[in-house]
């Protein structure tokens, strides 16, 4: 029988709440004050806490500091009459479970409790999956897998960083290839010197030429004094320019001359200065493709993949989305200082299945959203946003037409925010987050719409 203890020095509520517990089949211990509730936490170790926020004595934060302090795996639930910004986030930040708000809505508090008493259940079925050790994985650090696809990733950074050839790394966004590129870098002849990265997008053409190639005074207006170029920076070490099918004709120009040449000129200089750095590009798009559109230089293509690496989607590598997880598991508990570390098998197995548009890097930041809004050590599956891929249907054979349906906007307003609160599991204060909206209006939208969490899914 799980055992919680009730903390309210208003007898009626205290009464109340442990009367209805224990019909519901709980054994409830309570105090009247948050010293004696934390001398029952010592000595009774319940499975979750529900206190109010001001008592006689040690308040509700002092009880939730001291019993996370005792044993992080108890969940605290705190209630209050004192609903405002300050209060909820401070609960948030020093890991309550849920903040709820007087008076209180049973169905709502009881959803909550049978959710936080099945989380604690599930934390202690589960082995921690981040302290396992993957540095046999590890690449300086920065690539992780194993599978054979990026074992010959691995293959091919050894090959080439061994000499300063050109390289060409081609992958879709958020695959890793600027990993890659540190990864030659780091590894072979260059690692004493420069790695200097350039986003070909980033700038535009008279900018980047500049930043490129650097410029000389007076070679424009407002530039004031001599500016070393990224290609002068780099010494003998390594320039990295990202997205290289995104710059104009004209600097496809001039880069062939510096690949087939190994000089430059600053903009508005006319002295010569010799390119000793290596070279590696990187595109998410298909050079081939563009060279055949007449929109990227053939002989600047050839020049830029004497050595090519391509790096596989996350969806064709899906066997190393575990130890992905667990290597960014651990970097973002160290960042946002949380320790969830355990992930029930169906949410490893949604992970390894996902699409993943947006790849390691979109991985990467689902965690980050799920960790951020996750209240003890378990992954949980309604923590994870997963976005709907557009790329996954029509990778579906038995994909239907879509049919436009013509509704209001107050009734796709409607089955977003009931999509919203299904997937938090009616869990309001991560719901209106979300959504972007205070609570107070959540709470008025749910009255409005009429929403409730025993109606049947939303669509």
């Known amino acids: 029988m799980e055992k919680i203890l009730v903390l309210d020095d208003d007898q009626s509520i205290r009464k109340t709440l442990t009367s209805y517990l224990k019909k ?4 409830v211990l309570s105090a009247d004050n948050g010293n004696a509730g934390i001398e ?14 001001r008592m006689p004595g040690a308040d509700g934060f002092e009880v939730l500091k001291i019993v996370k302090e005792i044993d992080p795996h108890i969940h605290v639930i705190i209630i209050t ?24 809505e049973i169905d709502n508090l009881k959803i909550t409790i049978q959710r936080a008493l099945g989380n604690k259940r599930l934390s202690d079925q589960l082995d921690t999956i981040v302290n396992e050790k993957s540095e046999e994985y590890l690449l300086e650090n920065t690539l992780i897998g194993k599978t054979s696809q990026m074992r010959q990733v691995y293959k091919k950074i050894g090959q080439v960083s061994s000499n300063r050839v050109t390289v060409l790394i ?3 966004s958020g695959t890793g290839k ?5 990864a030659i870098h780091y590894s072979g002849v260059t690692k004493a010197h420069p790695f200097v990265a350039v986003n070909c997008t980033a700038l535009s053409e008279s900018l980047l030429e500049s930043e490129l190639f650097g410029h000389v005074k007076g070679a424009f207006t ?7 170029g990224k290609f002068e920076l780099a010494g003998e070490g390594t320039i990295f320019l990202d997205e290289i099918s995104e710059i104009s004709t004209s600097l496809q120009v001039k880069l062939l001359r510096i690949l087939q040449q190994k000089e430059f000129e600053k903009v ?4 010569l200065i010799p390119m000793k750095a290596r070279i590696i590009a990187a595109t998410n798009k298909n050079l081939n493709e563009l060279v055949k559109a007449g929109k990227f230089r053939e002989d600047l293509f050839f020049r830029l993949k004497v050595f090519s690496i391509s790096i596989p989607p996350l969806r064709e590598r899906s066997d190393d989305i575990p130890v992905l997880v667990s290597h960014f598991l651990n970097k973002i508990n160290l960042e946002l200082h949380k320790n969830v570390n355990k992930i029930p098998e169906e949410v490893m197995e949604m992970l390894k299945s996902h699409y993943w548009v947006g790849n390691v890097r979109e991985l990467e930041n689902t965690l980050m959203q799920a960790v951020v809004l996750s209240s003890d050590d378990v992954l949980l599956k309604e923590n994870i946003l997963l976005r709907k891929s557009e790329q996954a249907d029509s990778a579906n054979e038995n994909i239907q037409s879509v049919k436009t349906e013509f509704i209001t906007i107050e009734e796709l307003e409607k089955r977003h925010i009931k999509n919203i609160l299904t997937a938090v599991q009616w869990d309001k204060n991560k719901a209106h ?14 009255e409005h719409y009429k929403l409730s969490p025993f109606d049947e899914k939303a669509d």
Do not use: C, W
């Open 170 to 172: 081609e992958g879709k």
């Open 40 to 53: 029952i936490v010592k000595n009774e170790l319940p499975d979750l806490v529900i206190t109010d926020i």
């Open 24 to 27: 519901q089949g709980y054994e």
């Open 81 to 104: 009459a004192f609903d405002d910004m300050h209060s909820t986030v401070k609960a948030m930040q020093q890991g309550a479970y849920d903040y709820i708000e007087k008076p209180l």
């Open 433 to 446: 987050k979300i959504l972007g909206i205070s609570l107070p209006t959540l709470y008025s939208k749910i």
């Open 268 to 271: 508005g200089g006319e002295v």
């Open 178 to 182: 600027e990993l890659v590129a540190r």
């Open 222 to 228: 407002g530039s004031i004094k001599d500016k070393k």
